[in-house]
């Protein structure tokens, strides 16, 4: 995604700009399903000022029931379609009543391994949409001053090796979303190598950039029983539909990130990144941007050395050895043996490859010697390999 796609948005006091926010319509429809989280999800709504209408959806009459009847308006859904069926039928068309709407659902794990990674994704939504009252009014300020703005869609699921923001996900929609972009007139360039960054149907959006999502009428019916699967439905494809709906209004899709949110987020990328590193350094020796480029060289270079050289032997135990190991045993090459200048007594084997004194080095047609070790002993090797008459050799 381009720069310009993001929007970090201040949450902490109002921007400078004064709008008559009281005579603007607005609204929040949150849907909400899992009574242990009420807690949780209060904290925002409770936030939300007076001039934002809140509606509540559900299908529980417990959850209905723990919001005050004067604050809330309160809408019963039926228990199908979950945070879609309340967006596309429990809600809507009153959303029309007003100009910019904001939607947002709950959100809990299945398993208790996706814990930490479900409780990082519920922050990122609502801080990105409810955060404070301040960034409520910045939200609908940044919709009046940009009139190319029609959606502020959170940052897509991301942390670690979990998430879409990187890479994208189309999720087994792909089909799905050709038809529907045809069903609902909505011109499109879906492509497999482009996929969209709307994600988990919440966004603040302008009301009249969603019309042609309306154009079906929508019924329960349309969506699956319960229990519904993890990807492939129709509900997964219509969060990913929502940015090519606004882009046919003649609008823009952006990234909203509280202020708060965004300094919390790169911190966490700055954590990632520094184990990435790390990791790539411990396993493949690269330690920079420039060393890709090395470490794809010498994987060509050690790939054509075994194709010359059947009888493959490492000439070092250390980092570099190590490293130099998981590089063949991922191209599929088993060395026969890992050689040393000096054999130690405890040194039998290396992750399962034997250890053996250079002196012991048999010599064939088919034998290549891999030098992996660091420049200086590289240096101290080749003298070694020359004093002994052997020239098959390849530097790491």
């Known amino acids: 995604m381009p720069v310009e796609t993001y929007c970090v948005i201040p949450d902490y006091k109002k921007t400078e700009t004064e709008i008559r926010i009281e005579k603007q319509k607005a609204a929040v429809f949150a849907h909400l399903f899992y009574e242990d ?6 904290r925002y709504l409770k936030k939300i000022p007076e001039y934002i209408d809140v509606m509540i959806i559900s299908s529980k009459d417990k959850i209905l029931d723990a919001f005050e009847a004067e604050r809330y308006k309160k809408i019963k859904k039926e228990n199908r379609g979950r945070d879609i069926s309340a967006l596309l039928v429990a809600a809507g068309k009153q959303i029309f009543h007003y100009k910019y709407v904001c939607f947002i659902h709950d959100k809990k794990e299945k398993k208790a391994e996706q814990k930490e990674y479900i409780e990082f994704w519920k922050k990122n939504l609502w801080d990105n949409m409810l955060q404070s009252p301040e960034y409520l009014y910045n939200v609908l300020e940044l919709f009046e001053r940009d009139d190319r703005i029609g959606m502020l869609a959170p940052l897509p699921p991301h942390m670690g090796d979990q998430g879409v923001w990187l890479k994208g996900f189309w999720g ?15 011109k499109a360039d879906v492509s497999r190598e482009n996929p969209p960054f709307t994600y988990s149907t919440v966004f603040w959006a302008r ?18 029983d319960e229990p519904m699967r993890d990807l492939g439905e129709i509900n997964h494809a ?6 090519y709906v606004v882009e046919d209004a003649g609008y823009e899709v952006r990234i909203a990130l509280s202020s708060s949110f965004a300094a919390s987020f790169i911190g966490q990328i700055q954590d990632e990144l520094r184990d990435l590193w790390r990791r790539m350094e411990e396993n493949f020796g690269i330690e920079d941007y420039d060393g890709i480029d090395r470490y794809t060289s010498r994987v060509k270079k050690i790939l054509d050395f075994g194709k010359t050289h059947l009888d493959i032997y490492l000439y070092g135990a250390g ?5 130099c190991l998981k590089i063949c045993r991922l191209l599929n090459i088993t060395p026969k043996g890992i050689l ?3 054999m130690e007594k405890s040194q039998d084997f290396i992750e399962g490859i034997p250890v053996f004194p250079i002196s012991a080095l048999p010599f064939s047609e088919e034998t290549g010697v891999i030098l992996s070790a660091g420049a200086d002993y590289q240096r101290e090797m080749e003298e070694v390999l020359r004093k ?3 020239r098959e050799y390849l530097l790491f």
Do not use: C, M
């Open 388 to 390: 002994i008459d052997f």
């Open 172 to 186: 087994g929609t792909f089909t799905h979303i050709k038809n529907l972009v045809y069903e609902l007139g909505v």
């Open 238 to 243: 219509i969060e990913r539909i929502l940015q």
């Open 207 to 224: 009301s009249e950039a969603l019309k042609k999502l309306y154009r079906k009428d929508w019924q329960y019916t349309d969506f699956p």
């Open 319 to 323: 980092k570099k050895g190590k490293q």
């Open 37 to 42: 989280q009420l807690d949780f999800y209060q």
């Open 340 to 342: 040393v200048t000096r």
